[in-house]
């Protein structure tokens, strides 16, 4: 049986903080009620989220919100591992890519590359590639470990799995709740698919939260805390992320 490094008390004590200053059902309730954009986004910075939308402009279009967004998600990662203790940081910092998986899984089946994605920082260099180039370019980039994932049957998310557990540093007992977050994101992914073309995923996404919650409270001192943390904030910024590019089209459409 491992030990659990004494390190993560600095690690848990800074989550512990961050974790209190996540939007509440009031801060939701509020931004749902804000139906302009500009007034909505006055009201975001002044709210828990003001660090992920103190760079948008005063209307921005719906690719700059994502681009903003998924800045700022890269950073907020990069943050929360360098709060753990040095052998676990590359396995946090690993799951900074979980955001490009749905997008990579399309281009690795072949799918029509989006515009935004060859603005990219990220994905520019790959999409710039021919469709059966592009598995090779990952070579070249901090995504190498994902080229599997373009080999048929092309399966990014796997080939993501796969990796972060070779950044586990430990066989101890610290690998345990881990595999349990895998295990909830297969169900997650599971219960996604599922549901009728038509049916929206928010009751889904509120029990996994949920699930993410609990397993934040039930492994502190763990590198277990960071990933159910970074989960909480991946939900977080996807929920607004739908507030933001609904209001922001709504506004094209008016003025078209």
Known sequence: ???IDPRF????????????TRPTNSDWN??????????????????????????LGNRPAVHEIERRLREAWLRDVDE?????????????RWLKWIVYLPSLQKLARGGRTPEWAREDAVLGPIVARGPRDR??????????????????????????????????????TARAPLEGLLREFAR???????????????ETLRAFERRLE?????????PAAAASYLGLLALDLRRLRGALAT???????AAS
Do not use: C, K
Request: net charge positive.
């Open 188 to 202: 997650l992914h599971a219960e996604l698919a599922a549901l009728p073309p038509a049916a929206r995923a928010d």
């Open 247 to 253: 209001r922001a089209l709504h506004e094209v459409s």
């Open 30 to 55: 509020h931004i749902a009620a804000t139906a302009d954009l500009g007034a909505l986004l006055q009201v975001l910075r002044n709210s828990p989220v003001a660090r992920w939308t103190g760079r």
């Open 80 to 92: 929360v591992a360098e709060w753990q203790p040095r052998p676990w940081r590359d396995g946090l």
């Open 214 to 222: 609990l397993a934040f409270r039930r492994n502190p001192l763990s």
């Open 135 to 172: 598995g090779e370019s990952l070579r070249r980039t901090a995504l190498a470990p994902l080229a599997p994932g373009f080999e048929p049957p092309a399966d990014t998310a796997l080939a993501w799995t796969r990796h972060w557990r070779t950044l586990w540093p430990t066989r101890g």
């Open 9 to 20: 008390a600095y690690a848990q004590a800074r989550l512990q903080a961050r974790y209190g």
């Open 1 to 3: 049986m491992g030990r």
